[in-house]
């Protein structure tokens, strides 16, 4: 725990607007707390239409300047991003860990991964491609020369979470700016610190006016995604949401990273030991707050009880607490609501059968990762995202039925399979319809410059700098006759 005299010395975060190059402050503010402790870490403004259109404006003449930037110069200004981020890294982390109730090991680590996302996107600027279309294919066009080319797409519109907010605006902000375009960014209300700490980097390491804006608070958003100088949009979090932006950005192109119920097997002929450690480790860790979190682990009847016992000591071993002290693994959820709306889920599963076999315990926003067998698949905690520290573990018989049953659910983010079977592993990703299938890993693991995503409710598009930057430039033909 920390002492009264170390929490008094912690510095309230006065996060800003950047518009057009210039920080703005704003009549409104929000407070932002800590989830554990309930104190104030700083505050947020409260962006207002005004701001929206003086931010949009700035990307419009932003983008005209990204457009005209050189491949090598965008390549170097991500480069000397990544410097800055990587030398504030402590800084930005710890406020994370305040403002979320993240546990501070894996904050930093967020933030080093930020840095080497926007390393991946340098590298990517550079690779941008088009190609020669052979028009001699037909006798229309024999004798004429067809080359395609990328183009960025202009201004971005990007809406970030509140469960990674530096690495998930870093996957919007690089690939836009690899691109060559602008892009003005929302984060969540409930994480703007950190963000505007690595907006303050990204500043300080030197960007044309206009080329990155930010702005705070939900109720620009439906503005901000329908207005007509926004050419693309990009947004992680619920699915609810996800729809709603689908069905009002007109005929905008969108990439929606949404959400998932974290289907992992572990066959007969896997490594127990090391499924139920990762099972247990990337369902509880984070407290559950990732879109790909282990939620659901199916394990073949014939080594079930040997595996629950595997995961039930695993689960014991992880240690639940206050989120700056090194020695705990897991802080809180992002506030008492949410806390309160998984420990809910769990208590309904338990009413309906299911058996608790550890965890579940709440005090305020910090609950106990919680582990039930017998659970059915018509239970919510079963069938609908948890967002939270829950695993449930479930026997089958006929591990092509549970593949059916995943491709035939609503969700399609991320599903991890442990097996020594190859033929088992390309069974598994010719049939389960998921954006990813992770062999001898769970559905939470993630490399930064992989494709992610998902299909189905579970989103459109990929992120990962390659992939993002394809979707965030346009395709144009030029023929020569």
């Not at 995604?225 to 005929?251: C, E, H, L, Q, Y």
Request: charged share 20%.
């Amino acid at each position: 725990m920390m002492s009264e005299a170390t929490k008094a010395q912690e510095t309230l975060i006065h996060a800003r607007a950047l518009i057009g190059g210039q920080w703005r402050d704003s009549e409104a503010r929000a407070s932002v707390c800590d989830p554990y402790r309930g104190v104030a870490v700083g505050s947020a403004p409260v962006s207002t239409l005004q701001d929206l259109d003086d931010a949009l404006e700035a990307a419009v003449s932003g983008s005209r300047i990204m457009a005209r930037m050189p491949a090598y110069e965008r390549a170097a200004m991500l480069r000397r991003i990544a410097a800055e981020v990587t030398r504030s890294a402590p800084m930005i982390g710890r406020v994370m860990a305040r403002e979320t109730g993240k546990a501070l090991a894996d904050c930093v680590t967020e933030v080093a991964r930020s840095a080497d996302t926007l390393l991946l996107c340098a590298e990517e600027a550079v690779r941008i491609e088009g190609e020669h279309v052979p028009m001699d294919a037909s006798a229309i066009g024999a004798g004429k020369l067809g080359l395609c080319l990328r183009f960025p797409v202009g201004v971005v519109a990007a809406i970030t979470p509140f469960n990674a907010p530096v690495n998930l605006a870093a996957h919007k902000l690089g690939p836009a700016l690899a691109a060559g375009n602008a892009i003005v960014i929302k984060p969540s209300p409930k994480a703007p610190l950190s963000f505007h700490l690595f907006i303050e980097a990204v500043v300080a390491a030197g960007i044309p006016d206009g080329a990155v804006g930010s702005l705070f608070g939900d109720a620009i958003a439906p503005q901000m995604i329908a207005d007509p100088r926004v050419d693309f949009v990009s947004f992680t979090g619920s699915i609810p949401v996800g729809k709603i932006i689908k069905a009002n950005v007109g005929m905008k192109r969108v990439a929606l990273e949404l959400g998932g119920v974290g289907p992992s097997f572990v066959h007969h002929d896997a490594d127990l030991a090391a499924a139920a450690k990762a099972c247990a480790r990337n369902g509880l860790l984070l407290a559950g707050q990732s879109c790909i979190s282990v939620q659901n682990v199916f394990v073949a009847r014939s080594v079930f009880d040997r595996f629950m016992a595997l995961i039930e000591d695993e689960v014991r071993a992880i240690r639940f607490g206050d989120p700056l002290d090194p020695a705990m693994d897991v802080g809180t959820l992002i506030d008492d609501g949410a806390a309160q709306r998984v420990c809910s889920m769990i208590e309904a599963a338990v009413a309906s059968g299911a058996r608790l076999i550890h965890g579940g315990q709440r005090e305020g926003a910090l609950l106990q990762g919680a582990l039930l067998a017998q659970v059915d698949p018509a239970m919510d905690i079963v069938r609908d995202e948890v967002f939270g520290p829950t695993v449930t573990v479930q026997p089958y018989d006929d591990i092509a039925e549970e593949f059916a049953r995943i491709s035939a659910s609503p969700y399609g983010l991320q599903c991890g399979l442990f097996t020594n079977s190859l033929d088992l592993a390309m069974q598994a990703y010719r049939t389960i319809r998921t954006g990813g299938v992770i062999i001898n890993a769970t559905s939470r693991w993630r490399s930064d410059q992989m494709p992610y995503g998902g299909v189905k409710d579970s989103g459109i598009g990929r992120e990962g700098p390659k992939y993002a930057i394809r979707d965030m430039t346009e395709e144009r033909l030029l023929v020569i006759n």
